[in-house]
Every structure is written in structure tokens, then in C-alpha cells.
């Protein structure tokens, strides 16, 4: 990870928002090439989504709504998460990210006793410390006898009267605050008063858009159940714990889609439909199946309305997590608009002649987080061999075609011979219409494909001198992930890009 996140930096990807002043805690910057990945990653969803499926439209909503929209959502009330405060260091932490567990040693004569707590934040390893923690703690206390293994739980799961026994993360003494709600809305003011009249609030997802303008949509939208309405765009969260990279910010962009169905249609298959969708697409722009897994939220932690939530979750170098939530939510959202707006938010059916507020799947992914997952997998240093028959590393992002940044990188093979660098030139100007290409002219060639194996780019495009000096004008393509090389056309060149990026 610590690579990956250094290439970022390096090589234009993503930077700390506000790096000089010491950047801002839960912020990105997208790069030059961070912009051109994410954008194209943006591109293949809408297009995969909206424009090459009949049944589902797209929109785009501000991102400051009316703030009854968070109340009838649920949000204002409840979009919290659990907060802990170490009363002397002054950190954080999320309750449910914060686990601990008692020491239970038992005697030689077989008396089991708790004999202190310890703690340990949420990681890949959690276990491993609290153990590690118990073992020093009993030796710290002298205390004879068998340490039980930990059984850990997180703060939220603490009694009262553990809570003043578990020690902070940070001090290594009781020195934590019992949970509190958290809300993880941003609040703004709207207008030139600042006063509770003009509260407002930054969306903290995209979703209650779509919720809100359903009726404008079916209305002018020419649309027929099932269908669905996506759009891409920022949200904002105040979190507690803004974490591992960009994989939890506090400003991010989410990628949203609400499928409409008849209340009598089998919410299941669709539920079932919606994840092998997202799976199959998450594949398609280079996302290894192995890496793939589900998680079905349990039946006693779904919200009252909520009929079922299914996670595609990703293998990330600090673990399995959450990449993409397909949620039944039944017609929680729409009824709930309905009654506070006091605005029906029903169809009519045709068939029964009666009216009916429509049922919802929603698929809901983070771009931000998607973006992550794929430099996870594409990222690969690799011992390989150079022209000379020297070994040596190379990095390598292995990204599909589809979402590479840049997708053919044009390199004459000198830079003092006029008729390469013009060819070169000729072909960069054609290609630079429809794609993003890069042309280089400085450095051995050799160093010329490793910079670019680096940033993903799948093929480089060599005009040699058998381009300027044979019949058939072909050049060399040299291919990113396998090294091999071989002569093509320029009508096979813009074949090949034509299959595979799309
Ligand atoms: N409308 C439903 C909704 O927003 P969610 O599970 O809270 O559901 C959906 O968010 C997706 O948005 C998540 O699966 C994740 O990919 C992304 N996401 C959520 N919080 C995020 C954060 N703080 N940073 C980056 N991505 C986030």
C-alpha cells in the first residue's frame, strides 16, 4: 500500500488536498493522471448504465437540497455514527472501529478471573494485538495462571460498567468517554443570515436526487417500470475516522443508481440481477473475480423497511471491505417524500387502474473507492529482463484499456531525425482526436516503456526505421503487460483501440 500510495504522489495520480499547508485530513487532489483514470472510470459506469441500457435515465442534482429532504430521509436524525473521546489525548475514535476485550487468567485450582481490559483499533491484526496486550499485561501484574484467548468486541458492545475499565488506545488508561451519535452531515448556511432558518446541508449521498425528482422524471421521461435513474456526484461525510488512503474521505464522489419497480414485482430477482451486474462490471474494467466476494447484511441489523443489503466486497491490501452496497429498500424513500412533501409519489398501473408508490433496488458505489481498487490490482513490481538481457524491476499497473489514462503512448524512435519525429507527429495529432495519447521522444526507448508501464499506459506505438524506410508503413507495438512486440498498420492500430476501448 505504502507504494501504491507513492506512486500516486509520484506520478500524478492523487496528492493530499491542501499539501502546502500540511493538507487537510479526509481530502484529496486529483492529478493529472488521477483525473484522466477516475474520469474514464466515471465514463465506462455512465455509459455501461445509463446510455447503453433502455431502461434506465440519468440526472444530476445540486448538491445542497432543501434540508426537509434529510429530514423525511432519515438523515438528520439518524446519519450517525458512534463517537469516542480519550478524554486526555484528545482523540477519536469510532466506537464500532475501537475493540477491546477482558483478561481472564485462570488459577491452578481452576478459578476464572478477569484481571484488567486492554484495547486495540480495527485493523487486519486486531486480534493478534489484543492477545499481545493481554500477555503483557498479566506479566506487568505478575500474575500467575492460564491466559485465556481474547474474545473481542467493539466499544459499542461495552456494558456501563466496562466502559470506565477499557484503556484508550492512545493513553493506555481508562480514559474513554461512553459512545455518542455522531451526525456526519456537513451544515452550511444558505443566504445572508446565519441563524437556524437557513441551515442547509451538504449531501452526504447522491441517492435522495433521484428520490426527489422521481416524479419530474416519470413525468417528462417517457419512462415504463422497471426502470431506473443514476447519477454521479459528490457527496460529503464528516467522518470520524477518514481512513486508509481515499478509501474513506470525507468528500467523495458516488456513483448511484435507484431501480424502480412495480410493488408486486419479485424485489429478489431483481436484488439478485443488480449484484451480478455490478460484479460483471466491476470485471470488465480489470477488476480480478478473485478479488470479489458478497456479504449479505444480517436480517437483525437491516432497517425496518429494508427487505435485504448485499455488499460486493473487495479484497484490499488492508483487507476484505465494503466496495459496492445493493440495497432493497422497499418504498421506504419514496413514501417518506410523499408524506413530508405532502406530493403523491405513486404511479398508476394500467393494468389494476390503480395507483401505487413504486418499489427500489439501489446499487451504490463510491468512485473514489472503485479508483482504489483497481491501483490496488493493477499495481505489480516485477523482475523482468532488458534489451541488453540484464534483469531488473519494473512497476507495472496492469489497467484494463478501458480506464487507463493513457492509452497509447507514441514514441519516434530518435528525436534528431526529422522523418521519424514527423511520422510520429502525424500519427499523435490523428490519435489525440478520439483518445488520450501521450507522445515522448526523450531517453533510451527502454526507459521511455518502463515509464510508461508505470502509469498503466497498455501499448507504446514505436516509429522506427522501418516505418520511414520499408513498404506498408507499419510500427511497433509493444505491449504493456506481456512486453511482446509486433508490427502494425495504422488501420490495425485504430482496430485494435476501437475493440478495446469502449
Ligand atoms: N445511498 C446509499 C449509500 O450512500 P453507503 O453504503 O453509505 O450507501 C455507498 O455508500 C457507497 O459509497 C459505499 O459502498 C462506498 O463505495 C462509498 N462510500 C461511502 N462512504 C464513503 C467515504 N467516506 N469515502 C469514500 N467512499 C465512500
New binding site residues.
Partial sequence: MESLVSLAKRRGFVFPSSEIYGGLNGFFDYGPLGVELKKNIRDCWWNDMVRRRDDVVGIETSIIMHPKVWEASGHVAGFSDPLVDCKVSKNRYRADQLFWAPVVVTSADGVAQTVGYVSALESERTTEELQAAAEQLKRKKAIQGTLAAVSPKDFTEAKPEEIGLIPSPATGNPDLTPPRAFNMMFQTNVGAMTDASSVAYLRP?T?QGMFVDFKNVVDTGRVKLPFGIAQTGKSF?N?IT?RNF?????E?E?M?MEFFIHEDDDWAKWHRYWIEWCKDWLKSIGLPDSHLSEYDHLKEKLAFYSKGTT?IMFKFPFGVQ????I?ARGNYDLGQHAAASGKPQEIFDEATKKKFVPHVI?P???L??IFLAVLTAAYAEEQVVDEKGNAEMRTVLRLSPRIAPVKVAILPLLKNKEALVARAQALHKKLQRRYAVFYDEAGAIGRRYRRQDEIGTPWCVTIDFDTIEKEGDTFTLRERDSMAQRRVTEAELLALLDEQVY
Wanted: charged share 45%; no cysteine; aromatic share 12%.
Fill in positions: 449521498e441517492a461525510r467522518e477518514p481515499i478509501f474513506r474521505s470525507r467523495f458516488q448511484e455488499d465494503e466496495l459496492w452496497g440495497a439501489e451504490a458505489v463510491g473514489d473507492r
